[in-house]
Nanobody
Framework: QVQLVESGGGLVQAGGSLRLSCAASGRTVDWYAIGWFRQAPGKEREIVATISRSGRSTTYSDSVKGRFTIFRDTAKNTINLQMSSLKVEDTADYYC?????????????WGQGTLVTVSS
């Protein structure tokens, strides 16, 4: 199994950028497809982006397409989410998850989350 730890959250102004990192231990990240999810206060958790084991395939929700980029750093055994042109509505707890299944992403493991706050 794998343990996931997110980092990189914080406070940023609207229009700014932030990079989240999901560090894996116990397994290398290429054992799994990895996804980033988020949950805003009072809302359900939603999927943001996913990346296949090889890193050649990615998916994005419509709300972040063109602004967020998910990518692997195999040297550091991390999956990163580069977030640009941030909006107030991007404010949420962000979680990374690992899935054995692809392309049907079904989370098998979760991290604890990191908070992103975007101010106006």
């Amino acid at each position: 199994q794998v343990q996931l730890v997110e980092s990189g959250g914080g406070l940023v102004q609207a229009g700014g950028s932030l990079r989240l990192s999901c560090a894996a231990s116990g397994r290398t990240v290429d054992w799994y497809a990895i996804g980033w999810f988020r949950q805003a206060p009072g809302k359900e958790r939603e999927i943001v982006a996913t990346i296949s084991r090889s890193g050649r395939s990615t998916t994005y929700s419509d709300s972040v397409k063109g602004r967020f980029t998910i990518f692997r750093d195999t040297a550091k055994n991390t999956i990163n989410l580069q977030m640009s042109s941030l909006k107030v509505e991007d404010t949420a707890d962000y979680y990374c998850a690992a899935s054995v299944n692809w392309p049907q992403f079904r989370p098998d493991y979760w991290g604890q989350g990191t908070l992103v706050t975007v101010s106006s």
